[in-house]
């Protein structure tokens, strides 16, 4: 039997960690074959097996990858689609697609996209639902999904959960230093991208500062944007302890996960949060949004509304066993004698 996957949009991101993974692991299905579709900038991993063949798709090329697998394809074969988009066409045998990116298949605003990014989600939205029917089945990795996709009229029972995660192994080989872990280190392994929310984190940190409160705040996000600026003028002016860590390896962040005291995730909207699953994985406390992505996975140790600046940072507080004053509460003549004295 031959699976063929079509990974033709994928080189970066939670993308490129899933279809690495996919990689190793097919080396162990000895009677299978894999053919994959790759975009021409994905690295290929050193070690190999020969049930592998890769084919390399540059992006003016990849509307053409489906007609190509159809024409090798037969009945017993299987397609694996890691695009976020269905075929435009019907294919032979049956026909999965991995559907990771929540942005194409619900209706969350794109404020903050720049424009060309908010054309491509909008195109991609419009090629998913045009072409939903050429899939026999659509794995999601979250009830969250699922509940987008029965919203929206997709058979229930065309839908399967199967959620993500990196081999307990390679998390244990990687956990030997877990002794080590910094105090008050909080991490948040993310992109740049608006709905990651940042912009609140930060402001809770500044609060946060105003309380003689200073705990260590590391970002993984890239240095070319409006945010970063916006974080190192920040930085300077509440002296916040916040170290950005960009373009950063697998295994760098895996042991940024093996020395920080807990993950801070504060992201607005999530197909699934990867970091979650892996923060899991290292036993790490999570502090993270009060939102259904995130029960979908695990039970945080302390939650928050994500909007809400002085939720994160009462949250922080509380993890670090830091107790808030709260207002006091009076009664009546208390209330007329607090005015008189006034």
């Given at each position: ?35 994959i ?36 394809t ?59 029917k ?27 959960i ?54 260590k ?17 920040s ?32 992201s ?40 809400s ?25 208390d ?8």
């Amino acid at each position: 039997m031959n699976i063929y996957v079509n990974a033709s949009n994928i080189h970066i991101g939670g993308g490129k960690i899933i279809l690495t993974d996919l990689i190793n692991a097919a080396k162990y299905f000895h009677s299978i074959n894999f053919i994959i579709f790759i975009d021409s900038r994905f690295v290929i991993p050193d070690s190999i097996h020969e049930n592998i063949v890769f084919n390399k798709v540059r992006k003016h090329k990849r509307f053409i990858v489906c007609f190509v697998i159809e024409r090798k394809t037969t009945i017993d074969d299987i397609v694996l689609y890691l695009t976020n988009i269905p075929p435009i066409i019907k294919h032979k045998c049956k026909t999965f697609l991995v559907q990771s990116n929540r942005f194409v298949i619900d209706g969350f605003p794109l404020s903050g996209f720049p424009i060309k990014t908010k054309l491509r989600i909008c195109g991609e939205r419009l090629l998913f639902w045009l072409n939903k029917k050429n899939t026999d089945y659509i794995i999601v990795q979250s009830e969250s999904m699922l509940s987008v996709l029965v919203e929206n009229g997709i058979l229930k029972e065309k839908i399967k959960i199967i959620a993500y995660k990196s081999k307990d192994n390679d998390i244990k080989r990687l956990n030997i230093n877990n002794c080590h872990k910094a105090s008050n280190v909080f991490l948040y392994v993310s992109s740049d991208d608006p709905h990651k929310n940042h912009e609140i984190l930060i402001e809770s940190w500044c609060l946060l500062s105003k309380e003689g409160i200073f705990p260590k705040l590391i970002l993984t996000i890239g240095k070319t944007s409006n945010l970063y600026e916006l974080i190192v003028s920040s930085i300077n002016e509440f002296k916040l302890d916040i170290d950005i860590k960009p373009n950063l390896q697998r295994n760098e962040i895996l042991d940024l996960y093996n020395h920080s005291t807990a993950l801070i995730y504060p992201s607005l909207f999530e197909s699934y949060g990867l970091p979650l699953v892996e923060a899991g994985q290292y036993k790490l406390p999570i502090l993270a949004s009060e939102l259904d992505y995130v029960r979908d996975i695990l039970d945080p140790v302390e939650t928050f509304d994500p909007k809400s600046a002085k939720s994160i940072s009462r949250a922080v507080k509380r993890f670090l066993k830091i107790k808030e004053e709260k207002t006091k509460i009076v009664e009546a003549n208390d209330f007329i004698n607090s005015v008189i004295d006034l």
